[in-house]
C-alpha cells in the first residue's frame, strides 16, 4: 500500500504562484509514475502533469505546458508541483495519484487541496 498527502494549496491573485507537495509513503519502491490531476466544479478530472520515477521525465497538459513545472525529491518520496503565472481557469482541487509498476492506471490518489486562482 501506498499512501499520499498532498499541501500547498490556497487563494492567490492570478499571474501569482503556488507550490504544491505530494508525501508518499508506505511501499514508494512499488511505484511507476507521480501525477497530478485535478477536478473544477461542473469539470471532468483533467491530467495536469506527471513524473516517471524510472526515467525522469516529465510530461504535462498543454494548458499547462511552460507555466507549470512537476519534479521529484528521491530523498523525501515528494513530489512537487510548481505553479506559476496562474490563471483563474487553474481554480480546482489538485489531487497527487501514484501509478504501481503492476498496474496500468492511477491506483493511489490523495485526498486533494484546493487552488483558487482569483481575477
Known amino acids: 500500500q501506498v499512501q499520499l498527502a498532498e499541501s500547498g494549496g490556497g487563494l492567490v491573485q492570478a499571474g501569482g504562484s503556488l507550490t504544491l507537495s505530494c508525501a508518499a509513503s508506505?511501499?514508494?519502491?512499488?511505484?511507476?509514475?507521480m501525477g497530478w490531476f485535478r477536478q473544477a466544479p461542473g469539470k471532468e478530472r483533467e491530467f495536469v502533469a506527471r513524473?516517471?520515477?524510472?526515467?525522469?521525465?516529465?510530461d504535462y497538459s498543454d494548458s499547462v505546458k511552460g507555466r507549470f513545472t512537476i519534479s521529484r525529491d528521491n530523498a523525501k518520496n515528494t513530489v512537487y508541483l510548481q505553479m506559476n503565472s496562474l490563471k483563474p481557469e487553474d481554480t480546482a482541487v489538485y489531487r497527487c495519484?501514484?501509478?504501481?509498476?503492476?498496474?496500468?492506471?492511477?491506483?493511489?490518489w490523495g485526498q486533494g487541496t484546493q487552488v483558487t486562482v482569483s481575477s
Open positions: 508506505g511501499r514508494t519502491s512499488s511505484l511507476y509514475h
Open positions: 513524473f516517471s520515477l524510472s526515467g525522469g521525465t516529465a
Open positions: 495519484a501514484a501509478r504501481p509498476r503492476e498496474i496500468d492506471a492511477y491506483y493511489y
